[in-house]
């Protein structure tokens, strides 16, 4: 059974930061792309950012500059830096991978940004 578990949200002041991180296990494949997604209360989930198993990373117009995703392929892991921390960063950030058609998910961990 595929899990990714992901760690270290919390509450921190604006301007702050924070890197998440997420461990795979359970799989004996790689994931094509894994990633980092987020939702805030009373919105969709949206794409924050991912990362294919060749480095090729993508992130959403209002991360850029700010989030730096990264993954070991080797420890099966995906982490998100999260630079100078906006209000509208808060959400609950979902680690998620991808293997052909299939997509996995985490559990989830809440990134609180205080003013």
């Known amino acids: 059974q595929v899990q990714l578990v992901e760690s270290g949200g919390g509450l921190v002041q604006v301007g702050g930061s924070l890197r998440l991180s997420c461990a795979a296990s359970g799989h004996r494949f790689s994931f094509n792309s894994m990633g980092w997604y987020r939702q805030a209360p009373g919105k969709q989930r949206e794409l924050v950012a991912s990362i294919t198993s060749g480095g090729s990373t993508l992130y959403a117009d209002s991360v850029k500059g700010r989030f730096t995703i990264s993954r070991d392929n080797a420890k099966n892991t995906v982490s998100l830096q999260m630079n100078s921390l906006k209000p509208e960063d808060t959400a609950v950030y979902y680690c998620?991978?991808?293997?052909?058609?299939?997509?996995?998910w985490g559990q989830g961990t809440q990134v609180t940004i205080s003013s």
């Open positions: 998620n991978g991808k293997f052909v058609s299939n997509a996995y």
